[in-house]
């Protein structure tokens, strides 16, 4: 290893020489490359095949040239390459069951800066927030299980705010009703759950982002995002009450717009924790050690859909074809058949607990069980995907506890629903994964991460807001659970195949 570690000292800018001796303080030499003590001292190595300039020859000076050239060039790169962003409050995010167990955000937009909470869904195109609203959302209330109130947005109030006009080539991104092509560019988004919609118009404004570095830099970056005027549906029911980011594959996406001006690098990561505290970083490609499996285009949709070639459950293991939605705007699992029916009867037959209906019906999930008096465990087959390509999609959470009023643990779902056609791998799913959606590499990467092993520390949420563990469901004891989980579970249900 002994010629490595001269060459490696060779290419170094800069050699130290470093002298020490009792009588002296601690002393350092700075020698250029090319001097003349740093040629006398490789060549005192005698190693061959080194060639060293001569002092003062067109070689020497040519090759001072050419390192400068080289060391500029890495200078420029270091300063201008894209790197990593989070949003300018940090990069945690939290899964708040109150507002349907979607994972949100804290955002700052406009100048003078507005703070949203705003829902991350990798299953939406448009980012939109509530403006010179209409009809939208409550800015508060005791529903939302916050303290503190949300924020509309105005486009005369926001110095840097610009209308995005029909003839701009984003609005040919939506299905605009333009009148004309000096009109504003209107949009509005159905999403799957009944009547539930966003309507507005087009602007563009700063949305800001920082740097997770020892020295913090702030980016403000201009993005295109919609003027929500008008809500619908589940959006004025408590689902995204403040906003939606779309994070599709959509040239309107948030991460796609910070990739096409180079902000940041064309992928990014969401990790998602157990106890409802998690992350996203724009530009993080994630990391050699990852798993990973080929992302599916689709011209028709900018989802991420990834080929599954099978799963297991326990002790068993099944061979099935089939292509799946990665969707964090979904809260739960979704399968149409035959994988539906297989996970949940091979799940039922390799559990001890006995089957609950009043549970079910409570929790819209099939297969759910009751806890005995006293029983604090239980033992659950583990659940995994085998992606196209080999790797193994693990999933560590695919639950749903059961509580009662009084605090106790009654009972458990399998949280995976039965779907008519697409297959969903919603949130519950990615919990205890970093999910990272390289769309550079058309690649899914995911690891099993501690979500707080970030050098920068999890962020804190104004106000001392703090997320409780938060896929459960509180029902009475000793009584019919449909009384009061229903109200609750029912809002659960649509939000889940809302945001696609």
Known sequence: MASFSLLSSLLISLTFLFSLSSASPFSLEIHNRFSDRVRHWAESRNHPGVWWPQHGTAEYYAALAHHDRALHQRRSLATTSPQELAFFDGNATYRLSSLGYLYYAFVELGTPNVTFFVALDTGSDLFWVPCDCKQCAALSSPSYGVNFAFNTYSPSKSNTSETISCGSSSCQEVQSTCSGSNANCTYKISYVSDNTSSSGYLVEDVLYLTTETIQPQTTQASIIFGCGQTQTGTFLDG?????????????????????????????????????????????????????????????????????????????????????????????????????????????????????????????????????????????????????????????????????????????????????????????????????????????????NFNCYSSASGPALAPNGYSPKKTNQVSVLENSSPRLTAMSSLVLLFMVTMSFM
């Open 239 to 447: 689902g995204a009450p403040d906003g939606l980011m779309g994070l599709s594959m959509s040239n309107l996406s948030v991460p796609s717009i910070l990739a096409n001006k180079g902000y940041t690098l064309n992928s990014f990561s969401m990790c998602f924790s157990e106890d409802g505290i998690g992350r996203i970083n724009f530009g993080d490609a994630g990391s050699s050690d990852q798993s990973e499996t080929p992302l599916l285009v689709d011209t028709q949709a900018d989802l991420y859909n990834i080929s599954l070639t099978g799963f297991s459950v326990g002790n068993s293991s099944y061979t099935s074809s089939f292509s799946a939605i990665v969707d964090s705007g979904t809260s739960f699992t979704y399968l149409s058949d035959p994988m539906y029916t297989d996970i949940v009867t091979s799940f039922n037959s390799q559990v001890e607990e006995k089957r609950a209906s009043l549970l079910s019906a409570a929790a819209s999930f099939e297969y759910c069980y009751y806890l005995s008096s006293g029983q604090t465990s239980a033992k659950i087959p583990d659940i995994a995907f085998t992606t196209q390509g080999g790797s193994s999609f693990p999933v560590n959470d695919a639950l749903l506890t059961v509580v009662s009023t009084t605090g106790n643990t009654i009972g458990y779902c399998l949280a995976i629903g039965k779907s008519s056609g697409l297959n969903i791998i919603g949130q519950n799913f990615l919990t205890g994964l970093r999910v990272v959606f390289d769309r550079e590499r058309l690649v899914l990467g995911w690891q």
